[in-house]
């Protein structure tokens, strides 16, 4: 299956520029969605796990091509267990009613957990 097809978004609609950042350039892979059902009973394709770890793979092997300018932080894992839908962690509402989106809650609970990374990528190595 094309990426395309899998994803509704190709590869050379996400890579970078072609230029040199000032740093490294985070994003996130997508976390599992709320499997809600469409009015017919089926599950929106955008919730289903096959096309989240479709897109995923997709964001992976775009950022494996410009290694150095694009750092996947993996939202699926910490918003995810067991690539699940979660909408509670640590006692936390962290997805929004609409199985989606992070709440403010979800995005104060996620913030000790990238910006450590984030700001890791902004420092020069040690050494230099």
């Known amino acids: 299956m ?15 520029p072609d ?5 490294e ?9 709320d499997p809600t059902e469409a009015p017919d009973g089926s599950t929106y394709p955008e919730n289903t796990p096959g096309r989240t ?3 995923n793979a ?7 091509q ?9 939202l699926n894992k910490g918003l995810s267990p ?14 929004s009613s609409d199985g989606i989106h992070i709440s403010k809650d979800g995005g104060m ?11 890791a990528l902004a420092r020069p190595p040690r050494g230099t």
């Not at 978004?9 to 970078?16: F, G, H």
């Open 82 to 95: 067991d690539r699940r839908y979660s909408p509670i962690i640590d006692g936390v509402t962290v997805r």
């Open 66 to 74: 410009h290694p150095g300018m694009v750092t996947v932080y993996d």
């Open 109 to 119: 609970w996620l913030r000790s957990r990238i910006l450590p990374e984030i700001a």
């Open 58 to 64: 997709l964001i992976r092997r775009v950022a494996a």
């Open 25 to 33: 350039m985070p994003t996130g892979a997508v976390p599992a969605g």
């Open 2 to 16: 094309s990426d395309s097809l899998a994803t509704g978004v190709s590869s050379q609609e996400i890579a970078p």
């Open 19 to 23: 230029i040199a950042p000032a740093a």
């Open 53 to 55: 770890d479709a897109y």
